[in-house]
């Protein structure tokens, strides 16, 4: 059917919707960190449907508890009470800091970031919102605005009537060494700073304080970050960044809202939610992607206080919370506990950026290898001390080439230039070793 399904999707989808390779895959099949194609070739899944199916394709145990939830009851809306809502809201906010425990269930993180805009502008009545360069929140109106991505944008400068205030630079990263942001990678060689004190933290925290004097003196609503930028290229802050953020953005009477649609459910590896390895405490936390491993879903969780300021008005929602999301998402809080995942993508994780920085060493258009546990990036660059981005036609080669050879590899960066790493979280150290492999071949093949 390859030709007929490539067909259809010339004619009859959006050409807004975009596919992955020249020739695009046709997936039939997928289980745990494996996917296969129609004519039953099988490709190690590194991307994850771009960084959701969390705990592994078609779970066994997730997949039953659908299931059975299929056999009972579909839906009703939130008019009614229906018990697995109310235990799914019990076991996520478990999960969470005490002061937040107030959960409304949506349907993606769009949505999640565009109910969190919501909500801070109505607690705090003010406006604008901070978010950073290179950050990606959403392509719903509001979120759109908050997605400093120009491509994502259709054209339209700051997405629709939805004034948001820019944003401090750190689109590429510190490129610091390993005293400068919290990775297993030394990256001694671009690092300038001395142990302790960052120079890149220090540009940063100024840039946000020179926005936040010129441009929202009066007060902000809130703040929106990735705690790594997922879409921007597994960017990472400079160590204790974030955090002075969110004391600058409290001084002014802004909401913290951490976006842990990619960082949260235990991707990070240390910790199970993103802000933690931070230490920051938000005041708004908005997911999706991985809750569901594939299954859509996304929630906003906040305290009670700022929840009330909704609730003079109905906010209303069909499918948010129906009894299959929150079956699913509750069997995969106990896959991930039961299959140790959180551990996992700390360990096997660590193991890949080891091993991915020795292609850093091998290779001189191999520019930064980032990240924490599975959310790991890989930035290709022209040489290694200019650090100018690869073109993206020859970023495009290598990973059709590592696709060919049985590997998919996410891609993203304002430039296109990274490899994104972000596999499901059950993958092995064999796996690595493979895709890895892998890599190096396409890279080797590219520099001939
Ligand atoms: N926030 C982040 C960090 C994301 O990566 C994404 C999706 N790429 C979104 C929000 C939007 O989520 P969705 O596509 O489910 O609307």
Known sequence: ?????????????????????????????????????????????????????????????????????????????????????????????????????????????????????????????????????????????????????????????????????????????????????DSPVQTTRHCSCAPGSCQANDKYVDQLKETLNTCVPKGIAGFIAEPIQGSGGSVQYPKGFLKEAYKLIRERGGVCIADEVQTGFGRTGSHFWGFQGHGVVPDIVTMAKGIGNGFPMGAVVTTTEIARSMSQALHFNTFGGNPVACAVGSAVLDAIEEDGLQKNSEVVGTYLLLELAKLRDEFEIVGDVRGKGLMVGVEMVTDQESRQPLPPEEVSQIWEDCKDMGVMIGKGGVYGQVFRIKPPMCITTEDVDFGVAVLREALGRHME
Not at 36 to 44: A, I, Q, S, T, V
Not at 92 to 113: F, I, Q, R, W
Not at 122 to 132: P, R
Request: hydrophobic share 40%; net charge positive; with cysteine.
């Open 1 to 181: 059917p390859y030709d007929k399904v490539l067909e259809i999707r010339k004619e009859n989808i959006s050409p807004a919707v975009v596919t992955y390779y020249k020739k695009p895959v046709l997936i039939h099949q997928g289980h745990m960190q494996w996917l296969f194609d129609w004519e039953g070739r099988r490709y190690l899944d590194l991307i994850a449907g771009i960084v959701t199916v969390s705990v592994g394709h078609c779970h066994p145990k997730v997949t039953v508890a659908a299931q059975k939830q299929l056999a009972r009851l579909w839906h009703t809306t939130n008019i009614y009470l229906h018990p697995k809502i109310h235990e799914y809201a019990e076991k996520l906010t478990a999960l969470l800091p005490e002061h937040l425990k107030v959960v409304y269930l949506t349907n993606s993180g769009s949505e999640a970031n565009d109910l969190a805009m919501l909500m801070a502008r109505l607690y705090t009545k003010n406006f604008d919102m901070i978010h950073f360069r290179g950050g990606y929140h959403g392509g719903s109106p509001y979120a759109l605005g908050l997605t400093a991505v120009g491509f994502y944008k259709q054209g339209l400068a700051n997405g629709f009537g939805c004034h948001t205030t820019m944003c401090p630079d750190v689109f590429r990263g510190p490129w610091g060494g390993s005293h400068c942001r």
